[in-house]
């Protein structure tokens, strides 16, 4: 008779009062070509903060740092082949948080642009655009 350890059987069970997270990785809309400024790609490499992560939450709808007009905007410009802007803030959700709204331009942060014709999709610090 062979036994199985109890902890193999439950290695692979969720938690009890976990939430499952569901993630999709549909882009909502063609990148086109994908490039980078030199002050992007510096910037990402001294935070070590993914470009291809934040491109995909780009392409996915996910906005980041942006006032409320400004998201609608995006969703309008999604359905009627308008110009795409998201914003990231190049640290953890906990300082990001604790920065007043009028500080946070001040924070490392990453624009990604899709053009209007989804010809490219850049990648740029602001001080870059």
């Known amino acids: 008779m062979t036994t199985t350890p ?4 439950n290695s692979a069970a969720p938690a009890r009062n976990t ?10 809309f063609p990148l ?7 002050g992007a790609l510096e910037l990402l490499e001294e935070t070590g903060f993914s470009a291809a992560a934040l491109i995909s939450r780009h392409s996915q709808g996910i906005w980041g740092d942006l006032c409320d007009e400004d998201r609608a905007e995006n969703e309008f410009a999604v359905n009627r082949g308008l110009r795409i802007l998201s914003c990231y803030r ?30 490219v999709t850049t990648v740029l610090r602001p001080a870059d655009y």
């Open 32 to 38: 086109g070509q994908i490039v980078a400024t030199p």
């Open 90 to 119: 190049l640290v953890d959700a906990e300082r990001l948080a604790a920065t007043p709204l009028d500080k946070r331009s001040a924070l490392p942060t990453i624009w990604i642009i899709t053009e209007a014709d989804r010809s």
């Open 6 to 9: 109890m902890s193999t059987i």
């Open 19 to 28: 939430p499952t997270i569901i993630y999709s990785n549909t882009a909502r």
